[in-house]
Nanobody
């Protein structure tokens, strides 16, 4: 059974930094995409960053240059480092793990609040 454990998030002032940590267990496929989505109440969930098993990454325009994905070697453990945070980054952040069969798993979400 695949599980995603999330930790991190929190409250920070404008310009500060936070990390959002995702650790997957029970995942037995070689290929994957780990993504981070965020959602504001009443709005659709949006993809902000992702990393493929081959190492390629994607960042939404709104976070390019400020967010970075770090991966622990030899483990399905990832860290989304969020720098230069803005009030518009306030949302619930979710991890999403997908294999190449179309299966996907979600973490429980973590609140990120940026105060001005």
């Amino acid at each position: 059974q695949v599980q995603l454990a999330e930790s991190g998030g929190g409250l920070v002032q404008v310009g500060g930094s936070l990390s959002h940590h995702c650790a997957a267990s029970g995942f037995s496929w070689n290929n994957y995409i780990m993504g981070w989505y965020r959602q504001v109440l009443g709005q659709e969930r949006e993809l902000v960053a992702a990393i493929r098993s081959g190492g390629s990454t994607y960042y939404a325009d709104s976070v390019t240059g400020r967010f970075a994905i770090l991966k622990d070697n030899g483990d399905l453990t990832f860290n989304l480092r969020m720098n230069s945070l803005k009030p518009e980054d306030t949302a619930v952040y979710y991890c999403n793990l997908r294999n190449d069969h179309g299966d996907e798993w979600w973490g429980q979400g973590a609140q990120v609040t940026v105060s001005s």
